[in-house]
Nanobody, 123 residues
């Protein structure tokens, strides 16, 4: 069992940076692949970034590659999402998730989810 709590969201201006964090409880955190997803009002949840158990494999939504960076610290049970050059279209509720399938962009393959943290980017 893994419990996830996101933090770091807020209201920023276009071009700003923001760093989201996800704190996990449970002794098996390092055995899970982790992912970040986002959901804007009226839209489906979409994959943002993922990272393998060790952190050695990272994968991103093609449209976000180069602006977003995912990282994890297994000693601290955290996974982070650094977001740079934010755009108004990045406005969404951001969720972290834990799953057993490395490389998956499919939300159905993630077993545990946080409650989300809201990111709002003004123009």
């Amino acid at each position: 069992q893994v419990q996830l709590v996101e933090s770091g969201g807020g209201l920023v201006q276009a071009g700003d940076s923001l760093r989201l964090s996800c704190a996990a409880s449970g002794r098996t955190f390092s055995s899970y692949a982790m992912g970040w997803f986002r959901q804007a009002p009226g839209k489906e949840r979409e994959f943002v970034a993922g990272i393998s158990w060790s952190g050695g494999i990272r994968y991103y939504a093609e449209s976000l590659k180069g602006r977003f960076t995912i990282s994890r610290d297994n000693a601290k049970n955290t996974v982070n999402l650094q977001m740079n050059s934010l755009k108004p279209e990045d406005t969404a509720n951001y969720f972290c998730a834990a799953g057993s399938s490395v490389g998956s962009r499919n939300s159905n393959l993630y077993q545990y989810w946080g409650q989300g943290t809201q990111v709002t980017v003004s123009s």
